[in-house]
C-alpha cells in the first residue's frame, strides 16, 4: 500500500514541526521563550564585541566592561544548563 500525497504532507509537517520544537521543549521551553532567550544572549554578546572593539580602539578605556559581561553570559548559560539538565548532556561546558 502506498502512502498518499496527503498522508506525506502530513508526515512531512510533523517532521518539520518537531525540529522547530524538540530542543526548545527539552529546555523546558516553547519555542518562542526559547527564541527569545537565544535574542537576549545574542544582543549581550553583540554587545560584548562592541566593548572589545571599543577596547582595542582605544586599550586604556573599558578595561574590564566585556570580560565582566562575558563571565555574566557565561554564569546565566551555565545555571540554565544546569536547570534544564543540558549540564549533564554537553559535559559539563555550561550550553
Keep these: 500500500m502506498n502512502p498518499t500525497n496527503n498522508d506525506m504532507n502530513k508526515n512531512l509537517m510533523q517532521t518539520i514541526c518537531a525540529a522547530f520544537t524538540e530542543h526548545p521543549r527539552e529546555a523546558g521551553e516553547s519555542y518562542w521563550q526559547h527564541f527569545m532567550f537565544t535574542v537576549g544572549m545574542a544582543s549581550r554578546l553583540f554587545?560584548?564585541?562592541?566593548?572589545?572593539?571599543?577596547?582595542?580602539?582605544?586599550?586604556?578605556?573599558?578595561?574590564?566592561?566585556?570580560?565582566?559581561?562575558?563571565?555574566?553570559?557565561?554564569?546565566?548559560?551555565?545555571?540554565?544548563a544546569q536547570r534544564t539538565g543540558f549540564d549533564e548532556m554537553s559535559g559539563g561546558i555550561g550550553i
Design 47 to 80: 554587545v560584548v564585541c562592541i566593548l572589545l572593539v571599543g577596547h582595542g580602539i582605544l586599550p586604556f578605556t573599558l578595561t574590564h566592561a566585556a570580560s565582566s559581561r562575558l563571565q555574566k553570559c557565561q554564569r546565566i548559560l551555565t545555571d540554565r
